[in-house]
Structures are given as structure tokens and as C-alpha cells.
């Protein structure tokens, strides 16, 4: 079937095309993922490097739909709307603390986010697409979970499943934001001209 | 050659290999890395996803020999030993606040962990590898760098380069750390029970 949201994105140089290739879309087909690639999500995610090797994130999911019913109740309403239909949900966090010695690790957050950016390539090595949300109830989100706010950054919400090429059940307004977005220029994000604030 | 240091991580399942492929080592061979492979790292790094398409990361990088002895005087000795060899050192930032708006963005940090990963990918992909470092002077950072911690959150210091399969090079105390480490079981980081505190 022809994509009604074909990618258009145009790398500036010859970058493996995975990284084009991985967006966020918010058509996604109901049928629920074998169990298999969602062990395989989570075991990507699993040998991100982190400070200390301390492996800060944690990763809760629900794919039985009662659990999915949980976790969109803490999502904000436009996210739900086409949530609703993906087969796997997930919040994933960051613990705020070092299991040895319990002081704060700041870099907690950022090494979470590798571990997602791992989940979330490995979701299109199977065919799937991963989507994070920041649009959600953090205290809603913190209840349903069950952990502390002293314990774990919750940092975000993930829909992962196939995607809907027909992208027939989206709401209008919402097929309107069905594409692949484009980036700032390289060189607004990297530079070897320092220090910054001469230039 | 055969490499000193082979990989013997074991995947609980069948997860692309590139994952476990990647680590950290600190035996790099000094050659420069071409211009094209520097622009397809950052290249890689460019497309993560954010927040609101903010992508609150900068990254700033020296090749030269003398920007890379200034980045080298703010890492801690130990980091210092191993990465003066490598050809590309790099410092990833976050900014703090939206550019619109300019609101405090707490995704920043997490985004930028993205970021980061998709260059460490993309090092691979090129032959070579990316090793991020948390020891380093954030105040020594800060200065060389002329940003203002009011701005950016400085997340970590990145050395790139081939790896030097003999580490020959090494001494003795660091060459005994040259492995790619191990991980928490998959289970300790994925859970689909919640209320977690139940548990």
C-alpha cells in the first residue's frame, strides 16, 4: 500500500539511514506485537552505556488491555486519541539516585535517553515505530506506577507498534501532523568554534 | 589482528547486533578521522527526536591539536591518559530553557541522551567508536567552552576514533579495565507489574 505520508526528510550527508528513516507518526495498526519483539525492544534499550554502568532507566509496559487503559487514563487528551489503538505501551524512568552510595546522579536523564534512542531504533528494525510523548499527567503518571517522585524522573511516554500506511482512522487534525518533521541545519548544532560566546 | 579485547557479551534475545556491538573502550589509534566522517556522526545525532522538535542539544568538537589539548584540560587525569590519542573529542550540551518561550525544558537532558546515542550508533557504522565521559571539570568545561550555566546543561565529554586492536599503547592499570562490560538482566529493567511498590 502507497503511504499517504511518505518521508521527505533529506540528510545532508551520507548518515546510515536508519536515523532518517525513524520518526514519530501517530497512525498505528491495533494488532497486538508478539511477545518476542517486545522482549527485543527492551533488550536494545538494556546495553545502552551510562555513567558508572549504572543503567539509571526503567522501562514498565503494558500491552493487556486493561493496563493499557492505565496508562492512557495519565496521557493528555490529544495523545490519547490515537494512543488508544497502539498495542504496547510504556513509561520509561530515570532513578535519581546511585544504587551504591545513594547520591544524586545527574546524569541519570541523559543516559535514559540513550536507552530510549536504542528502543526506538531497534523498533524499526522490526517493522515498528516507536512514538515518545512528553504529553502527560506526571502525577496521574506517578499513581499508576507506584514509585516515588523522590526515587524516579519519569521521563516519558512511549506508543510503539506497526504502523497504519492507510492512516484512514486518524481524526483530521490529527492526519494533519502525519509526517515526518525536519531538523535545524548541522551546523546550528555542531561546531568547532569556541568558546561559543565570542562568535 | 586479533583483538585483545573481544567481545563476549551474551544477548538474552535475538536484538541487533549493533547494540551489542557497541561499547566503550579506551585503546584508540591517533589518526585523524576524515572531514566526511566527523560530518556523518553529528549528522546521525541531528535527527533525534524532542520535545517539541526543540532539539536542545549542541555539540561542540575539536580535531585540531591545539582545541583538543584545551578539551583534554578538562578531563580528569585518568580520562586524559587514554583520551589524548583520540583524533575527535567532543562536549554535548543541553540547553536548558525552550528557545521559544523560553521556558525551563526538563526534557533536555533526556533528548540530548538521544542525541548522543544515535552518534555512538552511527561511530560503529563508520568502523570507529564513541566513548562518553562523566569525569571531567564542569567548571573547567564551562570556561573553555564560554557558555553560561544559566543557558546549558553540559552532559558529557565524548572521545571518538578507531580502535587500536593491539592496545599496546596502554597502561597497564587502564588496559585492565579494556572489556565490554556486562548488564543488569533484562527483567530488572522491563516490568509490566505495576503498582511497582506492590511488588
Keep these: 500500500m502507497k503511504s ?8 545532508e550527508c551520507e548518515v546510515d539511514s536508519m536515523f532518517i528513516d525513524r520518526w514519530s507518526p501517530r497512525a ?4 497486538p506485537l508478539p511477545d518476542y519483539q517486545v522482549k527485543i525492544l527492551f533488550e536494545a534499550a538494556r546495553w545502552a552505556p551510562s555513567c558508572f554502568n549504572e543503567q539509571p532507566w526503567l522501562f514498565v509496559y503494558a500491552t493487556e488491555p486493561d493496563k493499557r487503559e492505565k496508562f492512557l487514563s495519565a496521557l ?3 495523545n490519547q486519541r490515537w494512543a488508544a489503538r497502539c498495542p504496547l505501551l510504556i513509561f520509561v524512568m530515570a532513578r535519581k ?3 551504591q552510595g545513594g547520591r544524586a546522579n545527574r546524569h541519570a536523564p541523559f543516559d535514559t535517553g540513550a536507552a530510549w534512542m536504542s528502543l526506538a531504533l531497534q523498533a524499526r528494525k522490526l517493522g515498528l515505530y516507536a512514538h515518545a510523548m512528553a504529553g502527560f499527567s506526571q502525577d496521574k503518571a506517578y499513581e499508576i506506577l507506584g514509585v516515588s517522585r523522590d526515587d524516579y524522573h519519569i521521563m516519558a511516554a512511549i506508543a510503539v507498534g506497526r504502523k497504519d500506511e492507510s492512516a484512514d482512522d486518524l481524526p483530521e487534525d490529527i492526519l494533519a501532523m502525519e509526517a515526518p518533521n525536519t531538523r535545524k541545519s548541522w551546523s546550528e548544532v555542531a561546531t568547532d568554534r569556541f568558546p561559543i560566546n565570542e562568535h
Aim: proline residues 22%; charged residues 30%; without cysteine.
Design 4 to 11: 499517504k505520508t511518505p518521508n521527505t526528510r533529506t540528510p
Design 28 to 31: 498505528f495498526l491495533p494488532e
Design 76 to 78: 493528555v487528551p490529544k
Design 97 to 99: 539516585n546511585f544504587e
